[in-house]
């Protein structure tokens, strides 16, 4: 047996068929690996700025003095409602102190699907005058108040579900929380 | 003298590819389960932290007597198989210890979290 001789149809077509395997079976794991990946990506994304936007009302809810029904900022007058709460804050230095009769004002609002905070502070108070977009794909936003009066409210309910597409799939992040004021006089 | 390779060392190469690739599989179907796992905790962390602030700003006197007692909380839906219950147990004189405990189904089995806080009959939100 010296003869040098090819391979056969039959050999080639084995080779061939694994390889034809093999490669399927390397593709469908970079698509699905892609796929959950992407997913995942979104997913967590979204439910970190749920996260983010949660903390963000908690940071403005905890030391304010009270809900206000209404106040009007510089870009225009806020109403307290199911999708907006205006705060009032005692102002407070770069120590934390707080600055006797000065107050600070935030409002959390909603436009479409965007939450927002606007913040004003008195030029003493160690907080920035600014608006921010705390999250971009809000589906739903419920503000409740334990009191009908919402001046004397003492917690808030706060409930906020997003949305997030991918591949034409929806993932999305439900939070709530009820929230004391802590500083009410 | 020329040749190619055994069958042994072809299966032998066969087999490492097969086992890289069970491998990534393998990470890759943990992935999904990992971040869920994440979120789920967060949620119920969440839960627990609402319900101590409901018992704190309820205050000292309002705190159930009849323990351990199970509660409600709309983001519970959102976890399989879960359940939660809070616990009151005298600490001193004036003061309570609250356990609040939050348990679902995670993906090795039951997963619970448990909040404690101190609830006393001079001290409480406003």
Known sequence: M????????????????????????????????????????????????????????????????????????????????????????????????????LKDYIAIYATSTYLMRRVEANVQSVRVTGTKQLAGSLASLSLTYDNADVTLAKSITASLRMNAQYNGQTASSTLSQVLYLRNTP | MSRGFSLIEATAAVAVISIVMLGTSLLLSRLPITGREARDQDVALRVARTRLELLQGGGYAALPTTTPMAFNDSLLTTLASSSASLTVADYASTTKRVDVNVSWLGSKGMRTITLTSLISQSAGLP
């Open chain 1, 2 to 101: 010296n003869r040098t001789r090819g391979f056969t149809l039959l050999e080639t077509g084995i080779v061939l068929g694994i390889t034809v395997f093999a490669m399927a079976a390397l593709t469908n794991l970079y698509v699905t690996f892609t796929r959950v990946y992407g997913y995942e990506q979104v997913y967590t994304g979204m439910a970190g700025s749920a996260n983010e936007s949660m903390a963000a009302i908690e940071a403005a809810v905890l030391p304010a003095d009270g809900v206000l029904v209404s106040h009007a900022f510089s870009t225009g007058t806020f109403t307290t409602g199911t999708s907006t709460l205006v705060l009032e804050l005692p102002s407070i230095d770069a120590s934390g102190v707080t600055l006797f009769g």
